[in-house]
């Protein structure tokens, strides 16, 4: 046999040895994934919602298609209550309560893979987010809108100025700012972000998009999902026409500006109102106290609640509305915005009252849940402050945020028929001013003014000099941080 002939016949059996390994090894590699357990290969969820809204989701993605899981086969550390759902290679996980800010979640599940048999324990980290919160910081100097961290006191900065800030509100096009001119005229404009990331950006919008002024404007409020904006004019506006606490719903997106009426679509005047979570629909006041409803689609309505009451607020993630009467405070189930069949009369749930705390004011209260509500007591009275005649002095609701003060007060959560303070100044003459919720109801915003403090002079959103803003904890009522200036974001 010629040496070229022994060449190619070993090349011939290396050939055959190599593609055997090669079958041997797919064989092996199939044989491994027949019995391989499911494995994570991604995961959906939207954080922000998880800190804002109840009922929201986190999807998992495995690597194969799974038998049904049972509930008990899921838990979450920290513990929460979740809901469970498989389809396909997909298991939900859906939080039935509104999640902690800037906390891992840790999500693990026993599951098998509905081909192989195979069993396994998936396990995925959720991680929530340290929303900004702002504050105003007035000055002679200028306003300064500051921006805060809860779990970062070193990343404070400012991120908008201007002679005069009187109110503001994030928008999903940037910031709405309703400043005043040096004769004391209201403008609302349109700042856009600029400058960077969510950590970095800022709103020094070179061109601002304005879009009205009037003698006197103010209750501005915005609705994050579906991106409008809310406000109260009175006076004389750019095309002479005269407001009357006039309530205007503007689309920045399309500069659609909707004013609410009655049926004969003359202008309403409107006390105090808010937007219902989630929607463009909204719920007003008028100046003789009766509750309405508003809806912007199909077509525009208004229509009589069947009550009269204060606003208080809505319970975070919910579209609950806790109302004042001279019954005491109550609960108001407006769920039928969302779904389109909201109408009246509507029947409120009253919230049993805690035991008798001096200085308990009904109308100084908000709701946590629905059986939970933060109260400011004043037990030496408080301060009132005289507004501008043009606009109604109760129309920023409860005392909570109309720019009263509470004078060697505290704050307490009352539950279960319990109260306990959770803040109370550590001087007594400092003042306790507005009284807000974060999205989640994990913490209460709550402003201090020390004694020394005095009025801003701001005809609308009073503040006052040397006001701090202290965010407490509601389960513990530890203050993970203080802040400088008052009117908070979350006092809307």
């Known amino acids: 046999m010629s040496t070229e002939r022994r060449a190619n016949r070993r090349m011939r059996i290396s050939r055959i040895t190599v593609f055997a390994i090669l079958g041997l090894l797919a064989a092996g590699l199939a044989g491994a994934n027949l019995v391989q357990p499911p494995r994570l290969k991604a995961l959906d969820a939207n954080t922000a919602l998880l800190v804002s809204r109840t009922d929201q989701r986190v999807q998992l993605h495995l690597s194969q298609p799974i038998d049904a899981v049972a509930p008990d086969a899921v838990s979450v550390t920290p513990a929460t209550p979740v809901d469970v759902t498989s389809d396909g290679s997909s298991l939900t996980i859906r939080f039935l309560e509104m999640l902690d800010t800037g906390t891992e979640y840790r999500i693990e599940a026993r599951v098998r893979g509905a081909a192989t048999g195979s069993d396994g324990v998936i396990t995925a980290p959720v991680r929530t987010p340290d929303p900004a919160t702002y504050t105003v910081n007035r000055s002679d100097a200028g306003d300064r809108l500051l921006e805060h961290r809860l779990q970062n006191p070193g990343a404070t900065r400012a991120v908008f100025t201007a002679p005069r800030i009187q109110e503001y509100a994030r928008t999903a096009a940037g910031l709405a700012v309703v400043s005043r001119d040096e004769t004391g005229r209201a403008a609302l404009s349109i700042h856009s972000e600029t400058g960077g990331g969510a950590e970095t950006g800022s709103f020094t919008d070179p061109d601002p998009f304005r879009i ?15 991106g409008v904006i809310g406000v109260v004019a009175s006076g ?13 719903v503007i689309d920045p997106a399309t500069v659609i500006v909707s004013t609410v009426t009655d049926v004969d679509g003359a202008a309403i005047p409107v006390r105090d109102w808010r937007f219902i979570p989630g929607t463009t629909s909204l719920v007003f006041q008028s100046p003789d106290g009766r509750l309405f409803g508003w809806e912007a689609v199909p077509e525009p309505r208004v229509f009589d609640l069947g009550l009269s009451a204060d606003l208080l607020d809505f319970i975070p993630g919910t579209t609950t509305l806790a109302v004042a009467r001279d019954s005491g405070a109550a609960l108001v189930d407006l769920s039928g915005a969302v779904t389109g069949t909201l109408d009246a009369p509507l029947s409120p749930t009253p919230i049993e009252p805690p035991e008798e705390s001096a200085g308990s004011d009904p109308s100084a209260v908000l709701a946590v849940s629905s059986d939970s509500t933060l109260a400011r007591l004043a037990p030496s009275g408080a301060e009132t402050h005289a507004t501008s005649e043009n606009v109604d002095h109760r129309s920023a609701g409860s005392p909570l945020g109309d720019g009263s003060l509470a004078v060697g007060g505290s ?26 919720l974060s999205p989640n ?52």
Request: hydrophobic residues 30%.
């Open 441 to 492: 109801a994990e913490f209460a915003a709550i402003e201090t003014v020390s004694a020394g403090g005095t009025s801003d002079g701001t005809p609308v959103s009073l503040g006052f000099t040397q006001t701090t803003t202290n965010y407490v904890r509601i389960d513990s009522g530890e203050t993970v941080r203080s802040a400088i200036g008052g009117l908070s974001d979350w006092c809307d």
């Open 212 to 226: 009205m002024s009037a003698g006197h404007l103010g209750q501005l409020r915005s609705e994050s999902n579906s």
């Open 411 to 436: 704050v307490e959560v009352q539950e279960d028929g319990k109260a306990r303070t959770i803040f109370t100044p550590a001087a007594q003459s400092t003042r306790i001013g507005r009284v807000c």
């Open 236 to 248: 004389v506006g750019d095309d002479s026409t005269e407001y009357d606490r006039t309530l205007l």
